[in-house]
């Protein structure tokens, strides 16, 4: 039997997809940061962002996220890392299962 995300889960997902599209990923680590001039012209580099996120985003036995905030961090990160090629300050590298892409 096919199981669905959860209301939160797919809230969550919504959320940040809202966040993403209005430059407020992440808020204030990307400010003055135009992630989107950066993704106009590499489409797969959102396409990984979103990765980092779902990625990241745990979810309780009841299929609701525990740690959104922290999902949408570590998916800044992502951003920040590639718009300026280092670190957002006190932010630990990115692990490879963090950018899969499943």
Not at 80 to 94: F, H, K, N, Q, V
């Amino acid at each position: 039997m096919a199981s669905h995300l959860s209301p939160g889960a797919s809230g969550a997902i919504r959320r940040f997809a809202g966040w993403l599209a209005r430059g407020s990923v992440g808020h204030p680590m990307l400010e003055g940061i135009d992630y989107w001039a950066e993704l106009r012209d590499s489409p797969s580099q959102a396409e990984t962002c979103f990765a980092v996120f779902v990625n990241v985003l745990e979810l309780d036995e009841n299929g609701e996220p525990v740690n959104e905030k922290y999902a949408e961090r570590r998916a800044a990160t992502f951003l920040y890392r590639y718009c300026t090629g280092e670190l957002p300050p006190g932010e630990p590298e990115l692990e490879g299962w963090e950018c899969e892409l499943y």
